[in-house]
């Protein structure tokens, strides 16, 4: 089965066609993405300026023709923060409709959280035990936990690296009161809830997804991409500790030229790296691994799970 997931992000639009079955992981067969940045197309009344709605429309076309190039037999598609916080996501939605006839299912945080477990556990296994999984994205932190495939506990926080970089470190070259105020706002927002995920006990396995938290291994020296998605890449608490402060005195040219760090979200990862510390620190995870499964192989493994019989 060819299909294709178009995954609306806060910072990037992303279509990826893999060959799937049941049983089998999703091969990639290729993949379409831009950089849209709709998390900072939110005007200040709340909704997404008309510019970032045209953009999306143009670049689902765009992914559509895709898909149809390569065969697809479905394209499924789903937004997440940006558009599900916007005020006027409706009207997105139906001009999305409209344009390109795409229906766009606007995910919820604590969904982004079950599914982006799902692939995680999937990806690992049962011998990793009690999992605690994080994806720092534009516009949110997900974090979910638990022994199943169902996660126990799955919280969104608005801790994306996005949307914090926008409201909270307005210079490329933040001064130290900045980071220290943002830093302060990370924690409060994540330790008011933490209780839930905190009662389930110390996990077996602590995992990180998403490009933020690629990025901040590899920085950290993790290996790089082409060397494979099976190699295992950790993120250490004292090695981020390390390059923080480095960090965050360089300009968004300067972190764009360290490893694995792309100029398209150069400038987020100062707020990124403050989540990711607080996160390991809060929920005592000192190391966390690196899984190149996330949110759209969470999407494509449900989908299989709900269309093949498991008898016949």
Same mark, same amino acid.
């Given at each position: 089965?060819?299909?294709?997931?178009?995954?609306?992000?806060?910072?990037?639009?992303?279509?990826?066609?893999?060959?799937?079955?049941?049983?089998?992981?999703?091969?990639?067969?290729?993949?379409?993405?831009? &950089?849209?940045?709709?998390?900072?197309?939110?005007?200040?009344?709340?909704?997404?300026?008309?510019?970032?709605?045209?953009?999306? @429309?143009?670049?689902?076309?765009?992914?559509?023709?895709?898909?149809?190039?390569?065969?697809? !037999?479905?394209?499924?598609?789903?937004? &997440?923060?940006?558009?599900?916080?916007?005020?006027?996501?409706?009207?997105?939605?139906?001009?999305?409709?409209?344009?390109?006839? @795409? +229906?766009? =299912?606007?995910?919820?945080?604590?969904? !982004? %959280?079950?599914?982006?477990?799902?692939?995680?556990?999937?990806?690992?296994?049962?011998?990793?035990?009690?999992?605690? =999984?994080?994806?720092?994205?534009?516009?949110?932190?997900?974090?979910?936990?638990?022994?199943?495939?169902?996660?126990? @506990?799955?919280?969104?926080?608005?801790?994306?690296?996005?949307?914090?970089?926008?409201?909270?470190? /307005?210079?490329?070259?933040?001064? !130290?009161?900045? @980071?220290?105020?943002?830093?302060?706002?990370?924690?409060?927002?994540?330790?008011?809830?933490?209780?839930?995920?905190?009662?389930?006990? %110390?996990?077996?396995?602590?995992?990180?997804?998403?490009?933020?938290?690629?990025?901040?291994?590899?920085?950290?020296? %993790?290996?790089?991409?082409?060397?494979?998605?099976?190699?295992?890449?950790?993120?250490?608490?004292?090695?981020?500790?390390?390059?923080?402060?480095?960090?965050?005195?360089?300009?968004?040219?300067?972190?764009?030229?360290? /490893?694995?760090?792309?100029?398209?979200?150069?400038?987020?990862?100062?707020?990124?790296?403050?989540?990711?510390?607080?996160?390991? +620190?809060?929920?005592?995870?000192? &190391?966390?691994?690196?899984?190149?499964?996330?949110?759209?192989?969470?999407?494509?493994?449900?989908?299989?799970?709900?269309?093949? /019989?498991?008898?016949?």
């Amino acid at each position: 089965m060819r299909t294709a997931v178009l995954d609306v992000g806060s910072n990037t639009a992303h279509l990826l066609v893999v060959d799937a079955h049941r049983g089998a992981a999703p091969l990639p067969a290729s993949s379409v993405k831009e &950089t849209l940045r709709l998390a900072e197309h939110i005007t200040k009344d709340g909704a997404l300026s008309r510019d970032g709605a045209e953009a999306l @429309v143009a670049f689902v076309r765009r992914a559509l023709e895709e898909a149809d190039d390569q065969g697809c !037999e479905s394209v499924l598609a789903f937004a &997440t923060s940006a558009i599900r916080e916007a005020t006027n996501t409706d009207d997105v939605l139906a001009l999305v409709k409209d344009r390109t006839g @795409v +229906d766009l =299912v606007v995910l919820s945080g604590a969904d !982004e %959280a079950r599914l982006t477990f799902l692939a995680v556990r999937r990806w690992f296994g049962w011998s990793s035990g009690k999992l605690i =999984v994080f994806d720092i994205g534009g516009g949110s932190l997900e974090v979910a936990a638990g022994d199943d495939e169902e996660p126990a @506990v799955a919280q969104s926080f608005e801790l994306g690296a996005g949307r914090l970089t926008r409201d909270w470190l /307005p210079d490329d070259v933040p001064g !130290e009161g900045q @980071v220290r105020r943002l830093r302060s706002h990370i924690r409060a927002e994540i330790a008011r809830d933490a209780g839930a995920l905190l009662r389930l006990g %110390a996990p077996h396995h602590a995992v990180a997804t998403s490009k933020t938290f690629r990025s901040l291994a590899r920085v950290c020296g %993790a290996a790089p991409s082409d060397e494979g998605p099976f190699v295992r890449r950790l993120l250490q608490r004292d090695d981020l500790r390390k390059w923080l402060p480095k960090v965050a005195a360089m300009t968004s040219d300067e972190r764009a030229t360290l /490893p694995g760090v792309s100029a398209a979200r150069a400038h987020q990862l100062v707020a990124g790296a403050l989540v990711a510390e607080a996160a390991m +620190d809060l929920f005592g995870t000192p &190391t966390l691994e690196i899984c190149p499964w996330a949110l759209r192989e969470g999407v494509i493994l449900e989908r299989l799970d709900a269309l093949t /019989p498991l008898i016949g």
